[in-house]
């Protein structure tokens, strides 16, 4: 059986796109020893970023120059494997929300970060990242195979 491939960066990291410092130290804060968190901060320097490793979740300010996040998102669409794409900002309203996601953004994150949110909109990006690489179904057919080989070698069949 082939095996899937799993990107080198299957480790939770996320990068963080923002010219303020504060949105990428407050990200460590929350996700502590759990995520690597990596500053970009603009797009300039999160597509250098991106050419080397491949990162499953961008967050990026909505606030970034020179650039937009609109620009960023237009940039990272063209990559072989995308990041999942979240867009920060302190106005946060619905109609961010509809831009974005109709735009192809995973989500929309209020400023100042709210824990329990970042760590849920995160955690539910990070399992997509993986259900698209396919971690959980091989390691499902990993663990069922040596069951199933059992239930032949007991029943001939």
């Known amino acids: 059986m082939k095996m899937p491939v799993v990107p080198e960066t299957a480790f939770h990291a996320v990068l963080s796109v923002s010219p303020n410092q504060e949105d990428c130290a407050s990200l460590e804060r929350i996700f502590k020893s759990r995520w690597t968190v990596i500053a970009g901060a603009n797009v300039a320097s999160a597509l250098s970023?991106?050419?080397?490793?491949?990162?499953?979740?961008?967050?990026?300010d909505c606030e970034i120059a020179p650039g937009t996040w609109r620009e960023m998102l237009d940039h990272i669409s063209l990559l072989p494997d995308p990041p999942l794409f979240i867009v920060s900002s302190r106005l946060a309203d619905e109609r961010l929300w509809a831009e974005a996601l109709n735009l192809g953004a995973w989500d929309v994150l209020a400023k100042p970060f709210d824990n329990d949110e970042v760590t849920r909109v995160v955690s539910v990006a990070w399992q997509h990242w993986q259900d698209r690489h396919g971690v959980y179904s091989s390691r499902t057919q990993q663990r069922k195979a040596p069951a199933?080989?059992?239930?032949?070698?007991?029943?001939g069949t």
């Open 49 to 60: 970023v991106l050419r080397e490793i491949s990162v499953p979740i961008v967050i990026c």
């Open 148 to 155: 199933n080989a059992k239930q032949m070698a007991a029943t």
